[in-house]
Nanobody, 126 residues
Framework: AVQLDESGGGSAQPGGSLRLSCAAS????????MAWFRQAPGKDREGVAA????????YYADSVKGRFTIVKSDAANTLHLQMNSLKTEDTAMYYC???????????????????WGQGTRVTVSS
């Protein structure tokens, strides 16, 4: 099994920044897709960003492109989501997810992923 631990959520003002972290443990392997999703109250879970190890490529939703960046950590199997220029509409519970041995072909769909973290809350307000 794979365990995912998220951290780094909190509160920020519009225009501010936060950095989320996701650490994977257990049998992760060297080939995987890791993604960040978010879910606001009353809304569907939305794919925000993803990283595929095999081709060292990141993917972003249009809503966060240019503002959010996936940053690889020096720690093994750990990624950060650097969130800049935050907007009130970024307020949500953020989840880390991964699929072992697969690509990121379906990364925008929650059903693509086998393993999920517990979530970390992000609140953006003035």
């Amino acid at each position: 099994a794979v365990q995912l631990d998220e951290s780094g959520g909190g509160s920020a003002q519009p225009g501010g920044s936060l950095r989320l972290s996701c650490a994977a443990s257990g049998y992760v392997g060297s080939s995987y897709c890791m993604a960040w999703f978010r879910q606001a109250p009353g809304k569907d879970r939305e794919g925000v960003a993803a990283y595929y190890t095999d081709i060292d490529t990141t993917y972003y939703a249009d809503s966060v492109k240019g503002r959010f960046t996936i940053v690889k950590s020096d720690a093994a199997n750990t990624l950060h989501l650097q969130m800049n220029s935050l907007k009130t509409e970024d307020t949500a519970m953020y989840y880390c997810a991964t699929t072992r041995g697969g690509s990121c072909w379906g990364w925008k769909s929650a059903t693509w992923f086998n393993y999920w973290g517990q979530g970390t809350r992000v609140t953006v307000s003035s």
